[in-house]
């Protein structure tokens, strides 16, 4: 389902004027370097907080911003909002659109100016929820930290490459399942929660863009590992997925014999490879690292 940009009244919400109107009022001419695709159309918005199921007393955290399309979007529905911006240009420009265009709500934003891999600590209360239209370049580390620095994330909403939307859903035997597949379904229930055309951006991508909807699982994965453990397994087994899990492992084992006795005690043919195990099984094989 493609979305076409809206004509309709957007009240606060920016439309492709307002979107244009601002880009030129503060210099700002979209970077590929950072991936800056800016949503134009309100419809779209209204339908990432939908999606995304943001209820009033949730506190969202949103990772660039950019002109502020979306944070006035999820400001209108959420308790509050923080966005978090590395563009010192836009990271300046934010606050000044929300207070003009939500003046009642400007007391409920928070601006944190850095680069989301960096952030380690978020003002106020702690987010319940990650909305963002992620830069195409940098989505899945950005994904992966947040969901590690932030436990009380429960559910996230991103709207990513769609190519990269099909990697975080892909379950086991698809080809494209692999490090990021695994690495988000360790935190969460991931799946596909629709499509977005490319005349809803200026400038437009050449590429379509997806929703990925991930809820955080009510009890973390049980298991003696850590997570850097059962990464490492994960990053082993991916970097040459060609090879069985014997070959592939035997590195991260220290030989092949011993990469084989993990996966048998795990209960994995050391024949297989890791396009087809669940999360639940690299848990195994880690838990079951000799030495």
Do not use: C
Request: hydrophobic share 45%.
């Amino acid at each position: 389902m493609s979305s076409s940009p809206s004509t309709d009244d957007s009240g606060a919400l920016l439309g492709p004027a307002d979107i244009r109107e601002l880009a030129a009022a503060l210099g700002v001419r979209p970077t590929k370097q950072r991936g800056q695709n800016f949503v134009i159309d309100a419809n779209t918005v209204r339908r990432i907080v939908r999606t995304a199921e943001v209820r009033p007393d949730d506190v969202v955290v949103e990772v660039g911003p950019g002109l502020g399309s979306l944070t006035l979007a999820l400001l209108e529905a959420a308790d509050r909002v923080t966005a978090v911006e590395i563009d010192d240009v836009l990271a300046a420009a934010l606050p000044s659109t929300i207070a003009a265009r939500l003046p009642d709500r400007a007391d409920r934003f928070a601006l944190v100016h850095s680069d989301a891999m960096q952030v380690t600590e978020l003002p106020g209360p702690p987010p319940t929820a990650l909305v963002a239209n992620l830069p195409y370049n940098v989505a899945v580390p950005v994904l992966l930290h947040m969901l590690a620095q932030f436990p009380s994330i429960e559910r996230t909403l991103v709207m990513v490459q769609a190519e990269v939307a099909d990697r975080l859903a892909a379950r086991p035997g698809n080809k494209v399942y692999g490090v990021p597949s695994v690495k988000a379904n360790w935190y969460a229930e991931v799946k596909r929660a629709g499509s977005i055309g490319r005349n809803v951006f200026w400038p437009a991508p050449n590429v379509d863009s997806g929703l990925v909807s991930l809820v955080r699982r009510d009890k973390p994965i049980e298991t003696t590992a850590t997570r850097e453990e059962v990464f490492a397994v994960v990053d082993a087994a991916f970097a040459q997925r060609r090879k069985t899990l014997r070959a592939a492992l035997s590195g991260w084992a220290g030989s092949a014999a011993a990469a084989e006795a993990a996966l048998v005690a795990a209960g994995v043919s050391p024949q297989a490879r890791g396009e087809s195990l669940t999360v639940y099984e690299f848990v195994a094989i880690a838990e079951n690292k000799q030495g």
